[in-house]
């Protein structure tokens, strides 16, 4: 039966409302749901049943006994950080051996060699924009490159099973800072993973970095590699780490209106040199204050006019007084 | 002309005053040179700007707060007490600095025992050192513990709006360091002032004293 609301018979208006628009948008959200929530394949699933936990367990093919093992840091998953990460929607032997999937995994697997970048993205149109390739460049120049060779690669700062591309969402910079500078303190803030890298005592970042006054406000509000890495205009983020001594050390590098912030933590959203009201590189202002490089330009101003009339006022004042001096002295 | 000679300004009040002066200055100086840094012309290197403001801050609340006490708990704090009439007699003397004084009047508030200020100097005093100070010290204070700042106030940063207020008021500080130091000319003599502050004594006239009351006899005459 047909229901016509003003008792006459609608047709294609009625299948319009309660037909097709329904079912159009059931499709539309049902596509979108898809796009934005990965899920894990049964695969997948299995190996995170031992790489999710502190322990895992598996059958000694010798005496049949069930042995249970510490699951060592590096090698668990957290499957919350693994399913909104960048890769999240790769299932488990997309980028490792199929020889996985066997328990307990058979010896091959320990000489696995990891996909880099460049693996995948390489000559790739669709992340073109990335320009992966620069990347490699500028990485190849670095301090940890040249110092590490081969020992030092991609994954070595960017954790493949948590690494997030955000450093272009703005606002909670606190928190790009601290998941940044998080990848360098894996290394530099401790000990023991230093020591599996190289030879040498791990400087006391504390110390090192004891010239900067409001230590603490700078390494929360300021990448590392803001001031050890060289800026590379056609990549997002600068790769051409520094050895120490070539770093930022002069504070007006950030703290001067020419801040080099803006084409560093500030890159994606430097479109803007002075904002309406008027302060130099403003948007710095949306998370943070740094002086000298947020002077604003109206207070620039009125301040010198001001300056400028009380000066011309005693002059004025001390002309006036010296005429009458010299008038009642008989000059 | 009869004058006496006052012991107004005592040993440790110049040595204060001086103090306030030399720290005062380094603070507008070392903040000019961070609000306005530049490498290609550092005024003072910015680390060493740094150190400073902070050091002379640090000193300047103590000796701030040295005074305060002093202020509230010595008869010194009477000069500050601006009194009934005040606004009239701010009127006499703002007459005097725009007129009076290229005509050759006396002083319509000299300095004596009783009264160290003239309205002017008792307004801007209280100003300078009971509002625009405090002001400074208080938000200095907070940029060098900037964890103690609120984040967001009305969806500004607390930490833009804690550095405009320092910066204003330390502007207004070195404005009035500036007509300060113009103040100091304007004794009985050009130097008369200038050497109150350093040797403690002040000159008073006791012909300005006569003049005064012959000037106010002419005007209820009139």
């Known amino acids: ?331 | 002309m009869a004058t006496k000679k006052i012991y107004l300004y005592p040993l440790w009040l110049r040595i204060w005053h001086h103090m306030n002066a030399i720290l005062m200055l380094s603070l507008i100086l070392t903040g000019i040179s961070m609000q306005y840094s530049n490498p290609d012309y550092p005024l003072i290197r910015f680390d060493i700007a740094v150190s400073i403001h902070n050091i002379s801050g640090v000193l300047l609340t103590l000796s701030y707060i040295y005074f305060f006490v002093i202020i509230l708990f010595t008869s010194i704090g009477r000069y500050y007490v601006m009194g009934q009439g005040f606004f009239k007699s701010f009127l006499i003397q703002a007459r005097y600095y725009i007129l009076g004084i290229f005509r050759g009047e006396p002083h319509p508030f000299p300095v004596n025992e009783q009264r160290k200020f003239n309205p002017i100097q008792q307004i801007s005093y209280n100003i300078v050192q009971h509002a625009i100070t405090p002001i400074t010290l208080i938000t200095g204070w907070a940029m060098l513990y900037p964890e103690t700042i609120v984040l967001n106030v009305f969806g500004y940063s607390g930490i833009m709006l804690t550095s405009l207020l320092h910066v204003i008021a330390g502007f207004s500080i070195s404005v009035f360091l500036l007509i300060h130091l113009y103040f100091i000319t304007v004794g009985h003599t050009v130097a008369s002032n200038l050497k109150s502050m350093i040797t403690g004594y002040h000159e008073i006239h006791v012909d300005d004293e006569e003049d005064i009351k012959t000037n106010s006899d002419k005007k209820t005459k009139h």
Request: aromatic share 10%.
């Open chain 1, 1 to 331: 039966m047909i229901f016509d609301f003003a008792g006459k018979k609608t047709g294609i208006k009625y299948y319009l409302i309660f037909g097709i628009l329904p079912l159009l948008f059931a499709a539309f959200f049902s596509v979108s749901a898809d796009k934005t929530e990965n899920q894990f394949d049964d695969e997948s699933l299995k190996c995170l049943g031992c790489h999710s936990s502190p322990r895992y367990e598996f059958k000694d093919t010798v005496t049949g006994d069930v042995v249970v093992r510490k699951m060592h840091s590096e090698l668990q998953i957290d499957p919350v950080e693994y399913i909104n990460a960048t890769h999240g929607a790769f299932k488990c032997t997309d980028c490792h051996s199929p020889d996985f999937n066997i328990h307990p995994h058979p010896a091959s697997t320990r000489f696995e060699i990891n996909y880099n970048c460049l693996d995948c993205h390489g000559g790739d149109d669709m992340y073109a924009s990335f320009n992966f390739e620069t990347i490699e460049e500028e990485f190849l120049k670095s301090t940890h490159a040249s110092h590490m060779g081969e020992g030092f690669s991609c994954w070595s700062c960017h954790n493949p099973h948590i690494y997030k591309l955000s450093d272009k969402e703005i606002g909670q910079l606190t928190n790009r800072v601290a998941r940044n500078n998080a990848a360098c303190l894996t290394c530099h803030g401790d000990v023991n993973n230093y020591a599996v890298l190289i030879e040498k005592e791990l400087p006391d970042l504390l110390i090192s970095h004891d010239f900067l006054p409001n230590q603490s406000l700078h390494f929360r509000k300021v990448r590392c590699l803001d001031c050890h890495a060289a800026n590379n205009d056609s990549i997002l983020v600068a790769h051409h780490l520094l050895p120490a001594e070539q770093s930022v050390r002069k504070c007006v590098e950030c703290h001067s209106t020419n801040s080099i912030l803006m084409a560093s933590l500030y890159k994606h959203q430097a479109y803007e040199r002075r904002n309406k009201l008027g302060f130099y590189n403003g948007v710095i202002m949306n998370e943070a204050y740094v002086i000298g490089a947020n002077r604003n330009y109206y207070l620039n101003v009125a301040s010198i006019v001001i300056f400028i009339m009380v000066i011309i006022g005693i002059a004025i004042h001390a002309t006036l007084r010296y005429i009458h001096r010299r008038n009642n002295n008989g000059y």
